[in-house]
């Protein structure tokens, strides 16, 4: 296979890279029949996650997402927070949606375990850390290949967000929930941000150049609350909801 008249050996030499291969790819023109069988039928590959994500999750009642690392191990004081957390929070009448796999997606579905109440697990197919974790209701058991798709899910059946430390993907999923609350796209639920010590680089932030430089209003300052317990994480969420009158045990 050639690129602009050179032969792309990382379709044919099994030892290079597969970054490298990913590379070469995307800059070699597709084939009518590749597009068609290929990037065409993604189409309904998409369709078919967001059918099946709403037609299992149409009914779960109101719910709470919980974010976070998927490298923290049982011991760390985070990830027993997060049981916490979810415990306290199923008790009070809400289900407990994560990211289906270990870390504090393991913990969010213990405590909702734990506590008999449900617990739905959203997995994505990785190369690598994410499995199901084993306290996740089978019924609200879900693979994604997509994340935004995923995503989708998260945002469209939550009632509020717990965002307990995590890397890359938990940034992706709290600055999701931001934007979209920013925006009017959705209600503004309740965000609560676990860890002081560990958000505060970034809050800080938040207020020294994306405030300072007029890219965000200080309105957008209020859209997240920072707490260090989970009895102050639980206790914004009811507060939320008990200032609007709001039933959720249905």
């Not at 992706?172 to 925006?183: G, K, N, S, V, Y």
């Amino acid at each position: 296979m050639e690129i602009d008249g050179k032969r792309d050996e990382s379709l044919v030499n099994p030892e290079l890279d597969i970054n490298e291969t990913k590379l070469h790819n995307s800059f070699r023109q597709k084939t009518w029949d590749e597009t068609i069988t290929k990037d065409s039928w993604m189409v309904f590959k998409v369709m078919a996650e967001f059918v099946d994500g709403y037609e299992k999750l149409a009914k779960i009642g109101p719910c709470v997402s919980i974010f976070g690392s998927a490298r923290l191990q049982p011991e760390s004081k985070y990830y027993q927070m997060a049981v916490e957390i979810a415990e306290k929070i199923t008790k009070i009448g809400f289900g407990i949606i994560t990211g289906g796999g270990p870390g504090i997606m393991e913990a969010g579905n213990k405590g909702a375990f734990n506590a008999t109440g449900k617990s739905i697990g959203l997995n994505i197919d990785l190369p690598f850390e994410q499995h199901f974790n084993p306290y996740i209701n089978k019924v609200y058991s879900m693979n994604f290949d997509y994340f935004f798709v995923r995503k989708v899910m998260f945002v469209k059946y939550s009632q509020g967000f717990i965002v307990m430390p995590g890397g890359f993907g938990t940034l992706d999923e709290l600055t999701e929930a931001l934007t979209l609350i920013q925006t009017d796209k959705i209600g503004r639920f309740p965000i609560v941000l676990v860890g002081s010590e560990f958000w505060s680089g970034l809050l800080d932030w938040f207020k020294a150049t994306l405030l300072k430089d007029g890219m965000i209003s200080e309105g957008d300052l209020s859209l997240y609350r920072v707490v260090d317990t989970a009895d102050e994480a639980v206790a914004h969420i009811k507060a939320f909801y008990d200032k609007y009158s709001v039933n959720v045990n249905f």
